[in-house]
């Protein structure tokens, strides 16, 4: 075109070019002019009509422009629910302890039983000949802690160990360990025992121990002083509840709260009434032995192998009882499913609602765990790293009770970062949680929940996200 306009210009202010043969080269620059035109429109139309079909691009991760997205809730996500009973765990290494036994109308009765050792008096203990014996005693500390029913009456036996206390492999104590005793108890006490107000129970021992004991003291016997000979004569004590007792488990404070006290008095100048402690010893061969006999219910007994089961083999519901061996695991087969939809941009939050049974917990006899966490795990049901909040903190998380109608209790856990990873690691399909109670590890309790699981229609585990898609 540019060839031609200058063509043009030339013949113009050319002499020589007759009139007509100006007229037609004008012609042919006009409608060569207009044929470029039109293909520009044509172009212009075409890349619009691209444009527009084709579909936006957005990163995923990327905090996209509220034009072009909407926020939506997903509820939808399967939680799949089991129950993992192991067979023996570790309980020695603690100082507050376990006494009793409940029956629960889900797991079957738990029986718990402390053994541990005692701690040689001090040599300078120096009881005169005048002096007299008057009692063996044994004091047993509360710290509190109950789990069942504390309305009836309880009877708690002492009984000396007729073997020394000795690990069981690994160096350590589990709660399938036991201990031989002499066949005659100490000394037994029946009563009715109240949290709230009882500190402390004392038990009156056999006076033919008492007067050993006694004797030994004044006479400053190395069985009594000695630390190793002290061991060999008295082996430790074992404390238990009767066999037809299903009321309640209580806390024991340990460490020198619990002792077995030889009390006397003298009698010259004047009468004063004296007492020698043997404390309780806190070190690693104090130990809880924990059972649970599950007849009658879905689960099998203490000391069965490692089992995972299904909550569509409990009923729907699964188990957590973390001072009985039983570990409640939480999966999310059908997550990635959902979350591939090509409209979704971004997960902007991920929240687990874990609602206990109705009328599975109450205020007092089958309380709710005040506290638990989260704990990953795979197919290899090892309990792995805890589930953070997402300021990188622990995440322990106390129970929302519904006081009023207790319809609406639930635990309520952020695993925004969590699920997040598990989506972008491959081969994660059996990745999940263990529901764990949080306690120190120097106790032992055993609070339980029962989880409802996706085939209950109301009061079940939830996952929830809330995520970005693009608008259609």
Do not use: W
Not at 341 to 367: G, M, T
């Amino acid at each position: 075109m540019a060839d031609l306009k200058s063509r043009l210009i030339y013949y113009n202010n050319s002499a020589a070019v007759t009139r007509n043969k100006l007229r037609r080269i004008i012609n042919i620059y006009y409608m060569r002019s207009i044929q470029h035109r039109k293909l520009l429109l044509a172009f212009s139309v075409l890349s619009l009509l691209v444009l527009s079909c084709t579909k936006k691009e957005i990163e995923f991760g990327e905090e996209p422009d509220n034009s072009y997205t909407k926020l939506v809730y997903i509820d939808t996500v399967g939680v799949q629910l089991s129950t993992l009973v192991t067979d023996s765990f570790a309980t020695n290494g603690i100082t507050s302890l376990l006494l009793g036994k409940y029956k629960d109308p889900y797991l079957g009765v738990v029986s718990t039983s402390p053994y541990f050792q005692l701690n040689p008096v001090s040599e300078s203990v120096d009881i005169p000949t005048t002096a007299v014996f008057d009692s063996l005693v044994f004091i047993i500390r509360l710290n509190k802690y109950y789990y069942g029913d504390t309305s009836r009456v309880q009877t708690i036996t002492v009984h000396e160990l007729a073997q020394s206390i000795s690990y069981s492999y690994n160096d350590k104590l589990y709660n399938s360990s036991s201990v031989g005793k002499k066949p005659l108890p100490l000394g037994s006490r029946m009563l009715k025992i109240s949290p709230a107000t009882t500190d402390s129970i004392v038990i009156r021992l056999n006076d033919a121990k008492g007067t050993e004991l006694f004797e030994k003291l004044r006479q400053r016997s190395s069985d009594v002083t000695s630390a190793d000979d002290f061991l060999n004569y008295f082996k430790g004590i074992n404390l238990s509840v009767a066999d037809n007792d299903t009321t309640a488990v209580y806390g024991l404070s340990g460490s020198v709260s619990m002792l077995m006290r030889v009390v006397y008095h003298h009698t010259t100048p004047s009468i004063e009434n004296k007492y020698v402690d043997f404390t309780m010893n806190p070190n690693s061969y104090t130990f809880n032995q924990v059972l649970a006999d599950r007849t009658g219910t879905t689960l099998p007994s203490t000391g069965t192998r490692l089992q995972e089961i299904s909550s569509t083999q409990t009923g729907n519901v699964a188990f957590t009882q973390y001072g009985t061996g039983l570990l409640l695991k939480m999966t999310f087969p059908s997550l990635r499913d959902i979350i591939r939809n090509d409209d979704i941009v971004k997960l902007l939050k991920a929240e687990l609602i874990i609602r206990p049974a109705y009328l599975s917990f109450d205020r007092y006899r089958y309380k709710l765990p005040p506290s638990l966490y989260l704990a990953q795990t795979n197919g290899s049901n090892i309990i792995g790293e805890t589930i953070l909040d997402l300021t990188g903190s622990n995440q322990v998380v106390a129970p929302s009770i519904d006081a009023i109608y207790g319809e609406n209790s639930y635990y309520r856990f952020n695993v925004t970062g969590y699920i997040n990873q598990l989506l972008a690691s491959p081969g994660s399909e059996d990745y999940g949680f263990f529901l764990m109670e949080d306690r120190g590890s120097t106790s032992m309790q055993v609070n339980r929940t029962v989880i409802n699981d996706a085939n209950r229609s109301a009061y079940k585990t939830q996952l929830l996200l809330s995520v970005l898609v693009i608008n259609q």
